[in-house]
């Protein structure tokens, strides 16, 4: 078994995260319901690199599956740029392979919930495209994270869009 003084993995550690996801607007903010309700799904891929993996020769990777809901409320500040304060709560199963320079993995799995602040900024492009940059601060077990997160947001066709 692999372990290491913790403040090892402080000095020059790094991580290379991609989580792609999705999103859906459960509840959408209208003139009747005064927020949105959002469900998302995420799958993190992780790199690790640095620090004591660097100086021990070894190689640590980890993946994730992240369930959450968001509640927050859209305020318009001009035509096309509107704020959406909001909080959130996820649940996150993380996995993490640790090989040594013989290629033999250690495992570790653990389960983490973390509940969030963020502001969005919205900007409407054009056609209904939007663009959204998230500044948000998240505080789990351990760890309080700070974040930021860019993404588009695209119009659908639905049903009641076509009646």
């Known amino acids: ?40 799904l995420l799958y993190g891929h992780y790199e690790y690199s640095g620090g004591v993996l660097s100086s021990n020769d070894l190689e640590m990777k980890g993946s994730s599956i992240i369930f959450g809901f968001g509640v927050f409320h859209e305020m318009c500040l001009g035509n096309n740029v509107s704020i959406i304060p909001g909080v959130s709560a996820a649940y996150s199963f993380i996995g993490v392979t640790i090989r040594n320079n013989t290629g033999e ?3 570790d799995n653990d389960e983490y919930v973390a509940f969030g602040l963020f502001l969005p900024f919205s900007f409407n492009l054009s056609q209904g495209n939007l663009l959204h940059l998230t500044p948000q601060v998240s505080f789990g077990n351990e760890a309080t994270l700070f974040s930021l997160t860019i993404g588009f947001a695209f119009p659908t066709n639905t049903l009641s869009d076509n009646n």
């Open 105 to 107: 993995p250690e495992n």
């Open 1 to 40: 078994s692999m372990s290491f003084p913790e403040e090892d993995f402080g000095n020059n550690f790094k991580a290379l995260i991609l989580a792609p996801g999705i999103a859906y607007n459960v509840l959408k903010q209208s003139n009747k319901i005064p927020v949105t309700l959002q469900a998302a």
